[in-house]
């Protein structure tokens, strides 16, 4: 605290100020009729900017007349102009060679964007809204490499899974840490999209070692929008209205075909069961269903019943403001998401004010508060069961949705023995099941800046975010397969608050050739849980629902929880450049967690980055065409904390048992202690290069990175002998390499007509390089028919499918060989023993935008491709491996084994009911998951100058835009779309699904106008 | 205070110094218990064992942990329980859905291996080893345990130990000489133990129920008379299963009368019978209401069942009654799922006596036809009508009745055969088994199966015990086990007759050769992985 003396109350006695309005207008030198809008106007010494607006103009308010304004915009350089007297301005700024003055938000403060030696993934508003979005990841995905988003369903509940640069953990979450300014937050889903300003992405271990323990799956920053920067009071309006439709539809057997496969299958009922005394005999003689000739009446596509237009909008409200000493922003957004699953939705209030101020020459504060209110009806996506994404393929087309009275048909509602799985239509689950998830959040930050002499301030601020979940389902009496004939009822709550205080002093001094920055602060964070839920089955009637719960006879044993953490943590960074040349970053944390054992409280994650900028060097200065060449590189270590707590601890477990019909106390002990336990490292090794060209007008950055993590918080599997499967502790490790490269170019740029290109690409490969003390294999699950459909074993990476090897099916002349595994010809012929068979996590993703502009016209085509990964097709095992239960894919019926097509991968068909069937985990199921998507076509119009001021309006665009426009996937892939997982969260899920919640393709037609 | 209320212009320029001040101390100051880490909804191990009831809590668990859990539908409704597994391997029982369920498939084409199974198979090891742990812990702190009176810990210690020991019975029957492991692991010491020998491991077993039968002062009451607790004879009748298994093979220890002084122990203390059947009025048996009927109505029987695994709908739902139809006839239920996971095959059922046995007449043990409301009827593949539950089948889809594991049925025929292998086949061994067949033979005589019995040399009348364990123990999956110790084979002949042939080399019912190996399961690979110690059972 020894720098606290710093502080002298006699520098905070300067001059009285004479503030100046000054107005101005931003040109481009190369072409002088053009203005510039987006121009960022910074007052020299402050942080006081403003930018312009679309026609080029600006106006800020300085302190006197020797006030000195920086102007800066992306690909052009930037000026410094001393005031004098002018008041007004014409300023033309020309492509130049001179490194750009951004700044980048790294964690606790901001860096020059030309001073930074970690890798930074930046991104705006402007691109995160570029389509509509309910989720703020949805906007993020493909706009940074390294950076890799799943959005793994089109449910408006659908949570996205972000993993930057590879997945360096097994045991603990492989999420980044999301902080929203400054206060670190579980996760950013319910965030409304509109409120972020921008995002900045720390992905090498010189950026994220700041957040030290918490840092090792890199870091999200987002900043929200707050007041207006430049005076007067500014109001918006953001909207659109969008239709979400189903892209495509999978081919499955209509009515007619469905009763071939049925016949078919009982007709080979002889081959499979040959010592049988009956066999299934075909009839269509149910008349609600056949006429006298066996004609099905009826052939409901469900694929089409089950899904709609789905009808969204959104609309936000923004009033920002400024006075002399301070600024407000006021939002309020109403988002109505529909899904294109009947009665899927998302309705989301979400109210924000943010307010600045500088009070006193030696003090600046702001609060921001933020108040959510998430209601939605959940698309059930995890496990098999019957949900509706399932049912709505394999629901057999012979039924109607309702019988003529109005009733709700199921699947055992036929007198033929066709011995059907029992499936409730999914039109009947979808109407009337509910799965309500309700959300309150209230999230707020405050900050005092100190300014205690020029360039350094001490910060404390102070953030919280409180959510409230309520979770009510309900599932009626007549479901059945799902809850029939009791009907089930619970009730969920989870309350969680969390608070952190973080206090540091912020210092920034340019002397001469040298300029240091310096960060040094502490932080004390606390997370506390509570839950409890309730169930109950046994509803004479579907009226009460989760509403009162008592009615029902059977309730479910009650449980509550509580869960609480802590962390203490002191950090550390200075960077240092020296003739803007050569940089260095050294950053390091000692932070305390309440989750680790006794001995293992504290950890220290240091890192260190260096900087040349060759271009600054007299061999490369006077170099034409190259205006910018910086190589950086960066060494540091970084942790993973994210595991549950108390596992250090051996602790008994409560619960009940059932002894003599009723429920009888329990406890057992539940874990092995392990006080040694602690954090999970990641050694990351970072080098790259940022390139500029030909006026700025090619950029190029590349980097390669290295991460090791080891002391991995793994569940080490033990002797189960001892009683215990595991123990968590700290072994193994998991190796990520790859490289990420950004090339961005303005092909065009004339007056009229402008073009900018980006692509961005990165390759990861992972490996798992240790595993528990013996490199014993580990078997994660998600289980399905056959155990875990994944594999952990070293030499592999991450994410491994375990399956056999389907050889093709047994043929007629193989019939003895078949014999010896129990299978006769037409039977799916497969290796003896398991195998890889894929994996879930790609080599190479990335993403082709192109942004064009024809005078206020703008388009924007955004492309994402993924390559070099598998996609488990576990829905073949009921569509096609199994026939005669449910519906399945046409071709079971047109490509399946017969005498006549041995030469197949699709067994003969045979009847599951009563033929039994066979299905297992096979490479057949397991297709290249590689896609290139059209994520966005955005068409945007900007009224002009002339139209803006008859209307009185300072801004206003309209919009068009098709999200999911076209998919491109490998044939071999029979599904909805590659990027899946029924699996929700699981770590290991990715890739693997049974169904999915198809993602629609959405047309929007959206306004922003500000006035 | 009073400096930062003034308006004074100097104080003012106080003002921040301070704050800066306070705040540098209210921070920095060192907080070691910000970080301890205090569970609430759970307790630690300090805080455990503090008062009987904890000790009552940690045996409470044992009744649904390990050897128990056999009984469990734990991998799935169509994957049947665990204890169905070493029935599929006599290929007498058939699971419909063995094209998905592996296990049920490799067991039944008798190519199980530590690899191909290793999941499955390490489930088993695993549930049996949790339940041993948790027994050991209570074994260790019961005595231990405040304010426990004698009469309680020696109770508790019993139950617990009748627990430890049907899990080792298990174990040891599946996979030969274990790790014997006696006491809980509070550190991460010794780990990985090696293997005992299979003499060893039943010298836990007997001493466990030794004391739990003599000396735990459990009640001698029937378990349903016992508010569903352990009771003595629940411990006797594995004590002399467990006798009875020893004197076979492996071990082959000659401890026949010590099964038959158990066993009578049971039979002698009057607190069951089997069940009666229902008759008319002119003495005929009521075939609705037989002895099977009435035991498969019931929810559980408080003088035919010595041990079972209980249910209850709402707390632990049975899936036994989902096991009574096929997949063919799920939609004549009001269950979501059934299927055959327990299918006799067609050669199992011709071990018994089609014209005189009961236990084969449709709706007794077996059915394979439904009546409709409508009174049509549909056939379907012969499945367990033991288990069909008429209210959870046409009602309410849940089942709540318990599982019986141990009956008096099973402790008649063991004492039958020890007492023949010991004393000879004298009236005690004729009349126990008399009992269970003569309530099979219903239109027999008991006189008549009686006269037929006592004349029966040592050999033949212990085939006689073994053909009847054959037909009426089928339920409780003991066949594979009969088949370890005696290394014979049965096989169904002409009116249910059966012979025994040598096992090894034999084809089981599924056509697939038996080997020598197949008479202990392997270890699973990823238990060999985990304990570096422990070898693989031979040819594996």
């Given at each position: 605290?020894?720098?606290?003396?710093?502080?002298?109350?006699?520098?905070?006695?300067?001059?009285?100020?004479?503030?100046?309005?000054?107005?101005?207008?931003?040109?481009?030198?190369?072409?002088?009729?053009?203005?510039?809008?987006?121009?960022?106007?910074?007052?020299?010494?402050?942080?006081?900017?403003?930018?312009?607006?679309?026609?080029?103009?600006?106006?800020?308010?300085?302190?006197?007349?020797?006030?000195?304004?920086?102007?800066?915009?992306?690909?052009?350089?930037?000026?410094?102009?001393?005031?004098?007297?002018?008041?007004?301005?014409?300023?033309?700024?020309?492509?130049?060679?001179?490194?750009?003055?951004?700044?980048?938000?790294?964690?606790?403060?901001?860096?020059?964007?030309?001073?930074?030696?970690?890798?930074?993934?930046?991104?705006?508003?402007?691109?995160?809204?570029?389509?509509?979005?309910?989720?703020?990841?949805?906007?993020?995905?493909?706009?940074?490499?390294?950076?890799?988003?799943?959005?793994?369903?089109?449910?408006?509940?659908?949570?996205?899974?972000?993993?930057?640069?590879?997945?360096?953990?097994?045991?603990?979450?492989?999420?980044?840490?999301?902080?929203?300014?400054?206060?670190?937050?579980?996760?950013?889903?319910?965030?409304?999209?509109?409120?972020?300003?921008?995002?900045?992405?720390?992905?090498?271990?010189?950026?994220?070692?700041?957040?030290?323990?918490?840092?090792?799956?890199?870091?999200?920053?987002?900043?929200?929008?707050?007041?207006?920067?430049?005076?007067?009071?500014?109001?918006?309006?953001?909207?659109?209205?969008?239709?979400?439709?189903?892209?495509k539809?999978l081919e499955?057997?209509?009515?007619?075909?469905?009763?071939?496969?049925?016949?078919?299958?009982?007709?080979?009922?002889?081959?499979?069961?040959?010592?049988?005394?009956?066999?299934?005999?075909?009839?269509?003689?149910?008349?609600?269903?056949?006429?006298?000739?066996?004609?099905?009446?009826?052939?409901?596509?469900?694929?089409?019943?089950?899904?709609?237009?789905?009808?969204?909008?959104?609309?936000?409200?923004?009033?920002?403001?400024?006075?002399?000493?301070?600024?407000?922003?006021?939002?309020?957004?109403?988002?109505?998401?529909?899904?294109?699953?009947?009665?899927?939705?998302?309705?989301?209030?979400?109210?924000?004010?943010?307010?600045?101020?500088?009070?006193?020459?030696?003090?600046?504060?702001?609060?921001?508060?933020?108040?959510?209110?998430?209601?939605?009806?959940?698309?059930?996506?995890?496990?098999?069961?019957?949900?509706?994404?399932?049912?709505?393929?394999?629901?057999?087309?012979?039924?109607?949705?309702?019988?003529?009275?109005?009733?709700?048909?199921?699947?055992?509602?036929?007198?033929?023995?066709?011995?059907?799985?029992?499936?409730?239509?999914?039109?009947?689950?979808?109407?009337?099941?509910?799965?309500?998830?309700?959300?309150?959040?209230?999230?707020?930050?405050?900050?005092?800046?100190?300014?205690?002499?020029?360039?350094?301030?001490?910060?404390?601020?102070?953030?919280?975010?409180?959510?409230?979940?309520?979770?009510?389902?309900?599932?009626?009496?007549?479901?059945?397969?799902?809850?029939?004939?009791?009907?089930?009822?619970?009730?969920?709550?989870?309350?969680?608050?969390?608070?952190?205080?973080?206090?540091?002093?912020?210092?920034?001094?340019?002397?001469?050739?040298?300029?240091?920055?310096?960060?040094?602060?502490?932080?004390?964070?606390?997370?506390?849980?509570?839950?409890?839920?309730?169930?109950?089955?046994?509803?004479?009637?579907?009226?009460?629902?989760?509403?009162?719960?008592?009615?029902?006879?059977?309730?479910?044993?009650?449980?509550?929880?509580?869960?609480?953490?802590?962390?203490?943590?002191?950090?550390?960074?200075?960077?240092?450049?020296?003739?803007?040349?050569?940089?260095?970053?050294?950053?390091?944390?000692?932070?305390?967690?309440?989750?680790?054992?006794?001995?293992?409280?504290?950890?220290?994650?240091?890192?260190?980055?260096?900087?040349?900028?060759?271009?600054?060097?007299?061999?490369?200065?006077?170099?034409?065409?190259?205006?910018?060449?910086?190589?950086?590189?960066?060494?540091?270590?970084?942790?993973?904390?994210?595991?549950?707590?108390?596992?250090?601890?051996?602790?008994?477990?409560?619960?009940?048992?059932?002894?003599?019909?009723?429920?009888?106390?329990?406890?057992?002990?539940?874990?092995?202690?392990?006080?040694?336990?602690?954090?999970?490292?990641?050694?990351?090794?970072?080098?790259?290069?940022?390139?500029?060209?030909?006026?700025?007008?090619?950029?190029?950055?590349?980097?390669?990175?290295?991460?090791?993590?080891?002391?991995?918080?793994?569940?080490?599997?033990?002797?189960?002998?001892?009683?215990?499967?595991?123990?968590?502790?700290?072994?193994?490790?998991?190796?990520?390499?790859?490289?990420?490269?950004?090339?961005?170019?303005?092909?065009?740029?004339?007056?009229?007509?402008?073009?900018?290109?980006?692509?961005?690409?990165?390759?990861?490969?992972?490996?798992?390089?240790?595993?528990?003390?013996?490199?014993?294999?580990?078997?994660?699950?998600?289980?399905?028919?056959?155990?875990?459909?994944?594999?952990?074993?070293?030499?592999?990476?991450?994410?491994?499918?375990?399956?056999?090897?389907r050889?093709?099916?047994?043929?007629?002349?193989?019939?003895?060989?078949?014999?010896?595994?129990?299978?006769?010809?037409?039977?799916?012929?497969?290796?003896?023993?398991?195998?890889?068979?894929g994996?879930?996590?790609?080599?190479?993703?990335?993403?082709?935008?192109?942004?064009?502009?024809?005078?206020?016209?703008?388009?924007?085509?955004?492309?994402?491709f993924v390559y070099g990964v598998e996609i488990l097709q576990?829905f073949l095992?009921?569509t096609e491996?199994?026939?005669?239960?449910?519906?399945?894919f046409k071709r079971t019926?047109y490509d399946?084994?017969?005498?006549?097509?041995?030469?197949t991968m699709i067994?003969?068909?045979?009847?599951?009911?009563?033929?039994?069937?066979?299905?297992?985990?096979?490479d057949h199921w397991a297709a290249n998951g590689s896609y290139l998507r059209?994520?966005?076509?955005?068409?945007?119009?900007?009224?002009?100058?002339?139209?803006?001021?008859?209307?009185?309006?300072?801004?206003?665009?309209?919009?068009?835009?098709?999200?999911?426009?076209f998919l491109i996937t490998s044939d071999e892939f029979k599904g909805y779309d590659p990027?899946?997982?029924?699996?929700?969260?699981?770590?290991?899920?990715?890739?693997?699904?049974?169904?999915?919640?198809?993602?629609?393709?959405?047309?929007?037609?959206?306004?922003?106008?500000?006035? | 205070?009073?400096?930062?209320?003034?308006?004074?212009?100097?104080?003012?320029?106080?003002?921040?110094?301070?704050?800066?001040?306070?705040?540098?101390?209210?921070?920095?100051?060192?907080?070691?218990?910000?970080?301890?880490?205090?569970?609430?909804?759970?307790?630690?191990?300090?805080?455990?064992?503090?008062?009987?009831?904890?000790?009552?809590?940690?045996?409470?668990?044992?009744?649904?942990?390990?050897?128990?859990?056999?009984?469990?539908?734990?991998?799935?409704?169509?994957?049947?329980?665990?204890?169905?597994?070493?029935?599929?391997?006599?290929?007498?029982?058939?699971?419909?859905?063995?094209?998905?369920?592996?296990?049920?498939?490799?067991?039944?084409?008798?190519?199980?291996?530590?690899?191909?199974?290793?999941?499955?198979?390490?489930?088993?090891?695993?549930?049996?080893?949790?339940?041993?742990?948790?027994?050991?812990?209570?074994?260790?702190?019961?005595?231990?345990?405040?304010?426990?009176?004698?009469?309680?810990?020696?109770?508790?210690?019993?139950?617990?130990?009748?627990?430890?020991?049907?899990?080792?019975?298990?174990?040891?029957?599946?996979?030969?000489?274990?790790?014997?492991?006696?006491?809980?692991?509070?550190?991460?010491?010794?780990?990985?133990?090696?293997?005992?020998?299979?003499?060893?491991?039943?010298?836990?077993?007997?001493?466990?129920?030794?004391?739990?039968?003599?000396?735990?002062?459990?009640?001698?009451?029937?378990?349903?008379?016992?508010?569903?607790?352990?009771?003595?004879?629940?411990?006797?009748?594995?004590?002399?299963?467990?006798?009875?298994?020893?004197?076979?093979?492996?071990?082959?220890?000659?401890?026949?009368?010590?099964?038959?002084?158990?066993?009578?122990?049971?039979?002698?203390?009057?607190?069951?019978?089997?069940?009666?059947?229902?008759?008319?009025?002119?003495?005929?048996?009521?075939?609705?209401?037989?002895?099977?009927?009435?035991?498969?109505?019931?929810?559980?029987?408080?003088?035919?069942?010595?041990?079972?695994?209980?249910?209850?709908?709402?707390?632990?739902?049975?899936?036994?009654?989902?096991?009574?139809?096929?997949?063919?006839?799920?939609?004549?239920?009001?269950?979501?799922?059934?299927?055959?996971?327990?299918?006799?095959?067609?050669?199992?059922?011709?071990?018994?006596?089609?014209?005189?046995?009961?236990?084969?007449?449709?709706?007794?043990?077996?059915?394979?036809?439904?009546?409709?409301?409508?009174?049509?009827?549909?056939?379907?593949?012969?499945?367990?009508?033991?288990?069909?539950?008429?209210?959870?089948?046409?009602?309410?889809?849940?089942?709540?009745?318990?599982?019986?594991?141990?009956?008096?049925?099973?402790?008649?025929?063991?004492?039958?055969?020890?007492?023949?292998?010991?004393?000879?086949?004298?009236?005690?061994?004729?009349?126990?088994?008399?009992?269970?067949?003569?309530?099979?033979?219903?239109?027999?005589?008991?006189?008549?199966?009686?006269?037929?019995?006592?004349?029966?040399?040592?050999?033949?009348?212990?085939?006689?015990?073994?053909?009847?364990?054959?037909?009426?123990?089928?339920?409780?999956?003991?066949?594979?086990?009969?088949?370890?110790?005696?290394?014979?084979?049965?096989?169904?002949?002409?009116?249910?007759?059966?012979?025994?042939?040598?096992?090894?080399?034999?084809?089981?019912?599924?056509?697939?050769?038996?080997?020598?190996?197949?008479?202990?399961?392997?270890?699973?690979?990823?238990?060999?992985?985990?304990?570096?110690?422990?070898?693989?059972?031979?040819?594996?």
């Amino acid at each position: 605290m020894l720098l606290f003396i710093l502080f002298s109350p006699g520098l905070l006695m300067a001059q009285t100020p004479t503030p100046v309005l000054i107005k101005g207008t931003v040109y481009d030198k190369a072409a002088p009729q053009s203005t510039i809008p987006g121009a960022s106007i910074r007052l020299k010494g402050s942080t006081r900017s403003t930018v312009t607006d679309d026609k080029g103009r600006f106006q800020i308010e300085v302190p006197s007349p020797q006030s000195v304004l920086v102007i800066s915009y992306i690909g052009l350089e930037s000026r410094e102009i001393t005031l004098g007297d002018q008041t007004e301005l014409k300023i033309y700024l020309s492509s130049g060679s001179k490194a750009l003055d951004e700044v980048v938000v790294t964690g606790y403060g901001t860096q020059k964007k030309s001073d930074l030696t970690g890798s930074v993934g930046i991104v705006t508003a402007k691109e995160l809204l570029n389509a509509p979005a309910t989720n703020a990841l949805q906007g993020l995905k493909g706009k940074v490499a390294g950076v890799n988003v799943f959005l793994n369903s089109g449910s408006p509940t659908g949570s996205p899974r972000v993993l930057i640069r590879g997945l360096g953990t097994i045991n603990s979450s492989s999420n980044p840490l999301f902080v929203v300014d400054g206060v670190v937050t579980e996760n950013i889903q319910v965030l409304n999209p509109n409120d972020i300003e921008r995002m900045e992405i720390l992905k090498d271990a010189s950026s994220t070692a700041i957040y030290g323990a918490r840092g090792a799956n890199g870091v999200i920053l987002i900043s929200t929008k707050r007041g207006a920067s430049t005076e007067g009071v500014t109001v918006g309006y953001d909207g659109y209205l969008s239709l979400g439709v189903l892209p495509k539809k999978l081919e499955m057997l209509n009515a007619k075909e469905f009763l071939e496969v049925i016949r078919r299958g009982f007709e080979n009922d002889l081959l499979y069961r040959p010592t049988a005394t009956t066999h299934p005999v075909f009839s269509t003689n149910d008349r609600r269903l056949f006429d006298a000739g066996g004609n099905p009446l009826y052939d409901t596509d469900w694929q089409e019943e089950a899904t709609r237009t789905a009808v969204s909008h959104n609309n936000q409200i923004s009033v920002l403001g400024k006075s002399e000493k301070s600024s407000f922003g006021a939002f309020m957004n109403y988002t109505n998401t529909e899904g294109i699953m009947l009665n899927s939705w998302l309705k989301r209030i979400n109210g924000k004010i943010a307010y600045d101020a500088n009070p006193k020459k030696w003090l600046s504060l702001g609060m921001n508060v933020l108040i959510n209110n998430t209601k939605a009806n959940e698309a059930e996506e995890d496990g098999g069961g019957q949900s509706p994404r399932r049912s709505m393929l394999e629901m057999p087309p012979i039924f109607p949705v309702t019988w003529p009275d109005g009733s709700w048909t199921n699947s055992s509602m036929i007198s033929d023995p066709f011995a059907l799985e029992s499936i409730a239509n999914p039109v009947h689950v979808l109407t009337t099941q509910d799965r309500l998830r309700k959300l309150n959040q209230i999230f707020g930050n405050t900050y005092l800046t100190f300014h205690i002499i020029p360039g350094l301030d001490l910060r404390t601020q102070f953030g919280f975010d409180k959510r409230d979940n309520l979770i009510q389902n309900y599932n009626p009496t007549d479901l059945i397969n799902i809850s029939s004939p009791l009907g089930y009822a619970s009730i969920e709550n989870q309350h969680s608050f969390y608070w952190q205080e973080e206090t540091y002093l912020n210092y920034n001094k340019e002397l001469g050739d040298h300029r240091i920055n310096g960060v040094l602060g502490l932080s004390w964070q606390e997370r506390t849980f509570e839950g409890d839920f309730i169930s109950a089955q046994g509803f004479s009637d579907n009226f009460f629902k989760f509403n009162s719960i008592q009615s029902a006879s059977l309730p479910g044993a009650p449980s509550s929880s509580h869960d609480k953490w802590t962390m203490n943590s002191y950090f550390l960074r200075g960077s240092y450049s020296y003739k803007n040349r050569y940089l260095a970053t050294f950053t390091g944390r000692i932070d305390g967690s309440s989750r680790f054992g006794d001995n293992k409280k504290f950890g220290i994650f240091p890192s260190v980055g260096l900087g040349w900028v060759v271009s600054q060097e007299p061999f490369l200065k006077d170099v034409k065409n190259i205006d910018e060449l910086k190589i950086r590189s960066s060494y540091g270590i970084t942790g993973n904390t994210e595991i549950p707590t108390y596992l250090s601890l051996g602790t008994i477990s409560s619960s009940t048992t059932l002894i003599n019909g009723t429920r009888v106390s329990t406890s057992f002990v539940n874990r092995l202690a392990n006080p040694g336990l602690e954090w999970e490292k990641s050694k990351q090794f970072d080098i790259g290069f940022d390139l500029a060209m030909f006026k700025r007008r090619l950029t190029l950055g590349f980097d390669y990175y290295r991460k090791l993590t080891t002391d991995l918080l793994l569940d080490r599997p033990l002797p189960t002998s001892t009683g215990f499967g595991s123990v968590r502790d700290n072994i193994g490790s998991v190796s990520n390499k790859g490289i990420e490269v950004l090339l961005s170019g303005i092909p065009v740029r004339t007056d009229n007509f402008s073009w900018e290109s980006t692509l961005n690409f990165s390759y990861n490969k992972n490996r798992i390089e240790a595993l528990g003390l013996n490199g014993e294999d580990i078997f994660p699950g998600p289980n399905f028919v056959s155990g875990s459909q994944t594999i952990l074993r070293v030499g592999e990476s991450l994410s491994s499918f375990w399956g056999y090897r389907r050889l093709g099916t047994w043929s007629t002349a193989e019939a003895a060989q078949a014999a010896a595994v129990g299978a006769i010809p037409g039977v799916a012929k497969r290796s003896t023993e398991r195998t890889v068979i894929g994996k879930g996590l790609p080599d190479w993703t990335g993403s082709f935008i192109n942004n064009f502009r024809y005078k206020n016209l703008d388009l924007s085509v955004d492309m994402q491709f993924v390559y070099g990964v598998e996609i488990l097709q576990q829905f073949l095992h009921s569509t096609e491996d199994r026939t005669g239960y449910s519906n399945g894919f046409k071709r079971t019926l047109y490509d399946s084994w017969t005498p006549q097509n041995q030469n197949t991968m699709i067994q003969q068909i045979r009847n599951g009911p009563f033929s039994g069937q066979n299905s297992e985990v096979d490479d057949h199921w397991a297709a290249n998951g590689s896609y290139l998507r059209a994520n966005a076509i955005t068409l945007g119009y900007s009224l002009g100058q002339k139209t803006l001021e008859k209307l009185k309006v300072k801004n206003m665009r309209v919009y068009l835009s098709v999200q999911n426009a076209f998919l491109i996937t490998s044939d071999e892939f029979k599904g909805y779309d590659p990027e899946a997982t029924s699996y929700g969260d699981n770590q290991w899920g990715q890739n693997i699904y049974f169904h999915q919640y198809p993602k629609p393709r959405t047309f929007t037609l959206g306004a922003s106008l500000q006035f | 205070m009073e400096i930062i209320k003034s308006k004074n212009q100097k104080n003012r320029i106080m003002k921040p110094r301070i704050i800066f001040l306070m705040l540098a101390l209210a921070l920095t100051s060192s907080c070691k218990k910000f970080l301890e880490e205090v569970p609430k909804d759970e307790i630690t191990s300090g805080q455990y064992f503090k008062n009987p009831d904890h000790a009552n809590n940690a045996v409470n668990g044992l009744y649904r942990t390990g050897a128990p859990q056999f009984y469990d539908p734990s991998g799935g409704i169509y994957s049947g329980s665990r204890m169905m597994f070493t029935p599929y391997i006599s290929g007498y029982i058939d699971n419909e859905f063995k094209g998905q369920e592996i296990h049920a498939q490799y067991a039944r084409n008798m190519s199980f291996t530590g690899d191909n199974l290793s999941s499955y198979i390490q489930s088993m090891w695993s549930t049996l080893y949790a339940g041993i742990a948790r027994a050991n812990t209570a074994i260790k702190y019961i005595p231990m345990t405040g304010g426990i009176s004698d009469t309680q810990s020696k109770k508790l210690q019993g139950e617990a130990k009748f627990f430890r020991a049907f899990g080792y019975f298990q174990l040891v029957r599946l996979f030969g000489g274990v790790p014997l492991i006696t006491a809980p692991y509070e550190s991460q010491e010794n780990l990985a133990v090696s293997r005992s020998s299979v003499e060893q491991v039943y010298a836990l077993i007997t001493s466990d129920l030794e004391y739990a039968v003599n000396e735990a002062g459990l009640s001698d009451v029937s378990m349903a008379n016992n508010g569903s607790r352990i009771t003595k004879g629940a411990a006797a009748a594995l004590l002399a299963d467990v006798y009875l298994t020893m004197s076979g093979y492996p071990l082959q220890k000659n401890t026949y009368a010590k099964s038959a002084q158990i066993a009578k122990l049971i039979i002698n203390s009057g607190k069951y019978q089997l069940t009666q059947h229902g008759r008319n009025p002119d003495n005929s048996v009521m075939l609705t209401n037989t002895a099977y009927n009435k035991l498969r109505l019931a929810d559980r029987s408080a003088t035919e069942d010595i041990y079972y695994y209980e249910y209850a709908v709402g707390i632990a739902t049975s899936t036994y009654s989902n096991w009574a139809f096929p997949a063919s006839v799920t939609s004549e239920t009001k269950f979501s799922v059934s299927t055959n996971a327990f299918a006799p095959v067609a050669k199992f059922l011709q071990g018994y006596d089609a014209a005189n046995d009961l236990r084969v007449q449709e709706k007794q043990y077996f059915h394979s036809t439904l009546t409709r409301a409508n009174s049509t009827t549909v056939t379907f593949d012969t499945a367990p009508y033991i288990w069909q539950d008429d209210e959870a089948s046409f009602t309410s889809a849940s089942s709540g009745k318990d599982f019986p594991v141990y009956t008096y049925s099973t402790v008649l025929l063991t004492a039958a055969e020890a007492v023949a292998l010991s004393e000879g086949v004298n009236a005690d061994a004729v009349n126990y088994l008399a009992e269970v067949r003569s309530r099979a033979y219903w239109k027999a005589n008991i006189a008549d199966i009686k006269a037929q019995l006592s004349g029966l040399s040592v050999e033949n009348f212990v085939r006689e015990v073994w053909k009847e364990r054959f037909r009426e123990l089928v339920f409780q999956g003991t066949i594979w086990y009969d088949i370890q110790r005696t290394r014979l084979f049965p096989v169904p002949g002409a009116n249910g007759d059966i012979a025994f042939e040598p096992v090894v080399g034999h084809a089981n019912a599924a056509g697939s050769t038996i080997q020598s190996r197949n008479l202990l399961l392997p270890i699973s690979r990823d238990e060999l992985q985990r304990n570096t110690n422990l070898t693989q059972n031979p040819n594996y």
